[in-house]
């Protein structure tokens, strides 16, 4: 691998003709960094869950990585409603999306679940009314 790397990239809410973005453009970061490509499906999987969320429930977010010799690091920040109960909002199936989202294919309420999976760690702050912060941990140490 070679050395570390991190960017940012911003998100707009309801901004559909960009998702996926920057959850392509850290896989593509991640394949020239020679990341193994079990490893690279893992945080492609994470980033975009994560992006998708955002673009669907929030005004607008940051997503920022870190990629070090050790760790996948990839930290959402959003402007958006919150999430009121982390525990049943990480229940597979559950969402709280809209039927117009539903209709697009989005919101089946695998988002955080699918995270949590691929990740080997995640925490997630948020407030109701102000935003949510998102960070999922991949460890490089692993092929798998």
Not at 15 to 38: H, I, Q, T, W, Y
Not at 67 to 93: F, H, K, W, Y
Request: net charge negative; aromatic share 8%; glycine share 12%.
């Amino acid at each position: 691998m070679t050395n570390p790397s991190e960017g940012t990239f911003f998100l707009n809410g309801k901004d559909f003709a960009n998702a996926g973005n920057a959850s392509g453009s850290l896989k593509k970061v991640l394949e020239e960094m020679g990341v193994p490509p079990p490893l690279i499906r893992r945080a492609s999987i994470a980033a975009f869950e994560a992006e998708m969320n955002t673009i669907i429930y929030a005004v607008a977010g940051i997503m920022h990585y870190y990629v070090t010799p050790g760790t996948i690091r990839v930290v959402l920040q959003d402007m958006g409603p919150g999430i009121a109960d982390i525990d049943l909002a990480m229940t597979e199936g559950y969402s709280t999306a809209p039927d117009y989202i539903r209709d697009m294919g989005f919101g089946s309420g695998m988002g955080l679940p699918n995270i949590k999976k691929n990740a080997d760690s995640l925490a997630i702050n948020s407030v109701v009314g102000e935003g949510t912060t998102l960070e999922f941990v991949i460890n490089l140490d692993k092929t798998a």
